[in-house]
């Protein structure tokens, strides 16, 4: 296990120190997410907690809970009581970029179903400002994708669509992937906004006010970002 491994495996574990027996969590996708999944599954098999259920983010997350034995559902109409999942960047406001694995429609269902939110990662994903590491994911229809990528372009952003093997990406939806590259310091809301409304658009990867806490591992620990407080409806 190498240095930073080692730093989202204690972030991993941290995590999994919000979770209480009966509740029903959401998994989240990617190499950080994966630690979430397999120590869950061996605090079910000892007995540390019991009648804890999943929803899976993706297809590769439900295989990793079935091997962990831990119990999946489909999501409810109730949603879930809290969301453990990585993510590409955060801010100190704990704006979020997530999506670079491709599972980005599910893991927005889920986390914006969840009653609570917490990202996990190493020190490296925390950034003064989204996109200066990471393009934004855009998840689109395969029809007409070409038009859908022109309008991204419209919206200030470089789009690319994102290939495998020279081929389309295709996500477990069955849908593709753009990948848009946006200026330093770009209004994030005001983008997510406008990229929402473009038609053959599904979902993007802007997380944006939906995380209670991030839990970054570094070299000196665990480094815990908290929502800021809301006053007259803008963070304080």
């Given at each position: 296990?190498?240095?930073?491994d080692?730093w989202k495996?204690?972030?991993?574990?941290?995590?999994l120190?919000?979770?209480?027996?009966?509740?029903?969590?959401?998994?989240?996708t990617?190499s950080?997410a994966?630690?979430v999944?397999?120590?869950l599954?061996?605090?079910?098999?000892a007995?540390?907690?019991?009648?804890?259920?999943?929803v899976?983010?993706?297809?590769?997350?439900?295989?990793?809970?079935?091997?962990?034995?831990?119990p999946l559902?489909?999501?409810?109409?109730?949603?879930?009581?809290?969301?453990?999942?990585?993510m590409?960047?955060v801010?100190?406001?704990?704006?979020?970029?997530?999506g670079?694995?491709?599972?980005?429609t599910r893991?927005?269902?889920?986390a914006?179903s969840?009653?609570?939110?917490?990202?996990?990662?190493?020190?490296?994903?925390?950034v003064?400002?989204?996109g200066?590491?990471?393009?934004?994911?855009?998840?689109?229809?395969?029809?007409?994708?070409?038009?859908?990528?022109?309008?991204?372009r419209e919206?200030g952003a470089?789009?690319?669509?994102?290939?495998?093997?020279?081929?389309?990406?295709v996500?477990?939806?069955?849908q593709w992937?753009?990948?848009?590259?946006v200026?330093?310091?770009?209004?994030?809301?005001?983008?997510?906004?406008?990229?929402?409304?473009?038609?053959g658009?599904?979902?993007?990867?802007?997380?944006?006010?939906?995380?209670?806490?991030?839990?970054l591992?570094?070299?000196?620990?665990?480094?815990?970002l908290?929502?800021?407080?809301?006053?007259?409806g803008?963070?304080?």
């Amino acid at each position: 296990m190498d240095e930073a491994d080692r730093w989202k495996t204690a972030a991993a574990r941290a995590a999994l120190e919000h979770v209480r027996s009966g509740m029903l969590v959401g998994l989240g996708t990617g190499s950080t997410a994966s630690h979430v999944v397999r120590d869950l599954g061996r605090r079910l098999a000892a007995g540390e907690l019991r009648d804890v259920r999943g929803v899976a983010t993706s297809v590769a997350t439900e295989r990793l809970a079935r091997e962990a034995k831990i119990p999946l559902v489909e999501l409810p109409a109730s949603g879930v009581d809290l969301t453990i999942d990585g993510m590409d960047e955060v801010t100190p406001t704990l704006d979020a970029i997530k999506g670079l694995g491709g599972a980005l429609t599910r893991e927005k269902v889920v986390a914006a179903s969840s009653a609570r939110l917490v990202l996990i990662g190493d020190v490296r994903k925390r950034v003064p400002w989204l996109g200066e590491t990471a393009p934004v994911p855009v998840e689109v229809l395969a029809f007409g994708w070409r038009r859908t990528v022109e309008r991204l372009r419209e919206l200030g952003a470089e789009p690319a669509l994102r290939l495998r093997g020279g081929e389309p990406f295709v996500t477990d939806t069955g849908q593709w992937v753009v990948d848009c590259h946006v200026h330093p310091h770009f209004d994030a809301a005001a983008f997510a906004a406008a990229v929402d409304a473009v038609p053959g658009v599904i979902a993007h990867g802007l997380f944006l006010g939906m995380a209670e806490r991030a839990l970054l591992g570094g070299p000196d620990g665990i480094e815990e970002l908290l929502r800021p407080p809301v006053i007259d409806g803008a963070p304080a």
